[in-house]
């Protein structure tokens, strides 16, 4: 993680928003579950990937959080000012994509677990025969990668690959995807063969990333809106540690969570007041699932093969 986010006053925020606005060729409304977030830009490029990546909301419908994509030779690269009042985002000379739909989903987040009780998890969640899997990890640990070679059971399905908003129901936890189309690495066709072809070469961006629909390979209804989480997998890679598998008690996953920021960098606010909120929820989750750490020093492979051993999905041939 190398931008940066400072805070702002509602008044800053005024006096931002009418510098950019002028600027803005582009406005977009685009629900993020159930979130009107707009996108304010004048790159067409970051319009294009922004309306793949997802879903459109109506005009009409005002908008509940904002964010502002522009270039400023005046200000630092990769910089975010962010005032939690009015949920408005300036992300100025930022050139990846997946921050900008990371900070997208953050904002959205914040409005969510502020009003609704809905918390953000930077990670992946799967549906195996009706049960959820959450994958986390440090940026590097391998959570896409494993969790696209999930995909290679038939029943197996996909609520989220990085990101998904999740709630408590009595027992239950419940995941929630948000996502049109995934944010895809272009390196992910050569670890597992039957993502060849997904996208054209020449269409994954200098980060040799793409936004993709994943159901041309997977099928449709695999693409799924919900689920139940039962498991929770923290990846992590330490080739100095020889336990590859181990499982933890909620205290002791309690603890990681918050030793490493909940394993989301992007999170835009992180006072005391929401992290007592995130504290909360994390107790909630764990209290209610089984947490193992995964240690990915092996092949992609091998990983895989203890993940399906821990969930139950049948080895891949």
């Known amino acids: 993680m190398t931008y940066t986010i400072s805070l702002i006053t509602p008044e800053e925020k005024e006096d931002m928003a009418a510098r950019y606005l002028p600027k803005a060729r582009y406005e977009v409304k685009s629900e993020i579950y159930g979130c009107c977030i707009k996108l304010l830009s004048d790159d067409p490029a970051v319009r294009d990937t922004w309306q793949e990546n997802?879903?459109?909301?109506?005009?009409?419908?005002?908008?509940?959080?904002?964010?502002f994509v522009f270039e400023d030779p005046a200000c630092p690269?990769?910089?975010?000012?962010y005032d939690p009042y009015s949920k408005t985002a300036f992300l100025l000379n930022i050139h990846y994509y997946g921050w900008i739909k990371s900070l997208a989903l953050s904002c959205a987040g914040d409005i969510l677990a502020d009003e609704h009780d809905i918390f953000s998890v930077h990670g992946a969640c799967i549906d195996i025969g009706g049960t959820g899997l959450c994958i986390v990890?440090?940026?590097?640990?391998?959570?896409?990668?494993?969790t696209y070679g999930l995909l290679s059971d038939p029943r197996t399905r996909i609520v989220a690959d990085d990101w998904f908003f999740s709630r408590v129901y009595g027992p239950d936890i419940l995941a929630y995807g948000s996502e049109k189309n995934f944010y895809i690495r272009q390196d992910l066709a050569t670890i597992?063969?039957?993502?060849?072809?997904?996208?054209?070469?020449?269409?994954?961006?200098?980060?040799?990333?793409?936004?993709?629909?994943?159901?041309?390979?997977?099928?449709?209804?695999?693409?799924?809106?919900l689920n139940t989480v039962k498991n929770v997998v923290i990846l992590k890679r330490d080739p100095a540690?020889?336990?590859?598998?181990?499982?933890?008690?909620?205290?002791?996953?309690?603890?990681?969570f918050a030793t490493n920021s909940y394993f989301n960098p992007h999170l835009l606010v992180r006072d005391?007041?929401?992290?007592?909120?995130r504290?909360?929820?994390?107790?909630?989750?764990?209290?209610?699932?089984?947490?193992?750490?995964?240690?990915?020093?092996?092949?992609?492979?091998?990983?895989?093969?203890?993940?399906?051993?821990?969930?139950?999905i049948p080895q891949a041939v």
Not at 54 to 67: D, E, I
Not at 286 to 294: A, D, F, H
């Open 272 to 277: 005391s007041r929401k992290t007592a909120l």
């Open 77 to 81: 690269a990769d910089t975010v000012y």
């Open 241 to 256: 540690d020889p336990e590859l598998v181990r499982p933890l008690d909620p205290d002791a996953g309690q603890k990681l």
């Open 192 to 225: 597992w063969k039957k993502f060849d072809g997904l996208v054209r070469e020449g269409d994954y961006d200098a980060e040799g990333r793409a936004v993709a629909n994943i159901r041309w390979v997977v099928g449709k209804g695999r693409l799924f809106p």
């Open 279 to 312: 504290e909360r929820f994390i107790a909630d989750l764990l209290s209610r699932t089984k947490l193992w750490v995964v240690n990915t020093t092996g092949t992609p492979a091998e990983t895989q093969g203890r993940i399906r051993s821990l969930t139950g």
């Open 54 to 67: 997802f879903y459109s909301m109506s005009q009409n419908v005002r908008s509940h959080g904002r964010l």
């Open 137 to 146: 990890g440090l940026s590097g640990a391998g959570k896409t990668t494993q």
